[in-house]
């Protein structure tokens, strides 16, 4: 909780780059479902609001008024991002507004998420950027007043933020934003994840050069290099990160099932084993998915909420209508469905291929499958 108070800048707990801060129940409504979408912002609205899962979503309430938080903000993150009125917005920044060079952006969203305006430091601070990306991410249009503004190559900080993308390490994101905009020769390798992140219509510029293969890559030997994937690189491909980015899409489903009663802990050391046995970023588990038996588990519930996974539930008939390799007659006499894991991970995925086969351990079962983004039209 953060006590505001005249005169007093206060500690904020900053985990990621951008702030995003809501005022009113329909923005604070808009503004949780918005983390979800758009990865990379820590959460901060009033104590009145509180639903009580907040700590355990990493969400910072505050008591008192949010003029009196935005200093803090204003310090520490690289952008703010405001569900509030764009007037009152105006008002609150003035007096502690300082130059372009060193103020951050900042957005306005308003309160039925419907445009995002772009209303401090456009192009230094990278407003009108994040103003685009923010905007495709939840679906509203996206309002840059400056004449000049054009967006001419891939943004590295944001690259893929609209999907819930995310990078691993911030450590190379500047080199690699020189690279890209100095026209340097810059290559690009998509493992997994939605394609259609070029949201231009004209072609990327000719310094951008799109790879099959990491093979490739160090071959070529770029400038730099943005790689998307879901697994961990090897020892040979960490030379691409001497002046390279990976962003984790958001690929995988964990199909989950366990006994009555299991605890996060032991649910969490399950998957994070598995996860680091099949080489695979746990940045990229796109949601939880199990049967609707399930819907009330307690460790389950914990476990999304922790991460900020969705939490997928499905009837035995749903789960019944996907192929299985190992369907169990002792599962359907419990549950009414032939597996639980294995399907329940298939059907979010929408494919048909699992990455690791039911898997137990102690309490709980988890199966892996990678999303069909072909097959989703991404």
Request: with cysteine; hydrophobic share 40%; charged share 25%.
């Amino acid at each position: 909780m953060i006590n505001l108070r005249e005169g007093e800048i206060p500690e904020v707990d900053k985990r990621k780059p951008y702030a995003l801060v809501a005022i009113t129940k329909h923005g604070v409504a808009n503004a949780r479902s918005y983390t979800e979408k758009f990865p990379y912002a820590d959460l901060y609205y009033m104590k009145k609001f509180a639903r009580g899962d907040e700590e355990a979503r990493q969400i910072q309430l505050f008591d008192g008024t949010v003029r009196l938080l935005l200093p803090a903000l204003f310090q520490q993150y690289k952008g703010v991002i405001c569900v509030i009125s764009l007037g009152a917005v105006v008002r609150m920044i003035a007096p502690i507004m300082v130059d372009k060079m060193t103020d951050p952006a900042v957005l306005v969203v308003d309160d039925l998420g419907q445009y995002v305006i772009s209303v401090l430091s456009g192009h230094i601070g990278g407003a009108n950027a994040l103003t685009y990306e923010f905007a495709k991410a939840i679906g509203a249009t996206p309002v840059v007043t400056t004449a000049s503004d054009v967006q001419k190559t891939i943004p590295v900080d944001l690259f893929g933020a609209q999907f819930g993308w995310m990078w691993d390490s911030e450590e190379k994101l500047l080199p690699v934003s020189a690279s890209v905009v100095n026209e340097e020769h810059v290559a690009i390798v998509q493992e997994t994840g939605e394609k259609d992140w070029w949201m231009h219509d004209r072609s990327m510029p000719e310094n951008l050069k799109i790879y099959s293969s990491t093979a490739e890559v160090i071959q070529a030997k770029p400038h730099a290099t943005l790689l998307i994937t879901d697994r961990l690189i090897d020892s040979d491909e960490e030379v691409l990160l001497e002046n390279g980015v990976i962003y984790r899409p958001k690929s995988i489903v964990l199909g989950i099932g366990c006994n009555r009663g299991t605890a996060l802990e032991e649910i969490e050391q399950v998957i994070d084993e598995t996860l680091a046995e099949l080489r695979l970023s746990k940045k990229s588990v796109k949601a939880v998915a199990t049967i609707d038996l399930k819907k009330d588990e307690e460790g389950l519930l914990a476990l999304t909420a922790k991460h900020n996974w969705p939490f997928i539930t499905y009837t035995p008939e749903q789960l019944n209508e996907m192929p299985l390799r190992n369907p169990s007659e002792t599962v359907f006499k419990y549950t009414g469905s032939y597996g639980v894991s294995e399907p329940a991970a298939l059907r979010y995925a929408n494919t048909e291929e699992l990455v690791l086969e039911k898997k137990k351990s102690g309490n709980v079962t988890v199966s892996i499958a990678r999303v069909n983004f072909e097959e989703r039209g991404q």
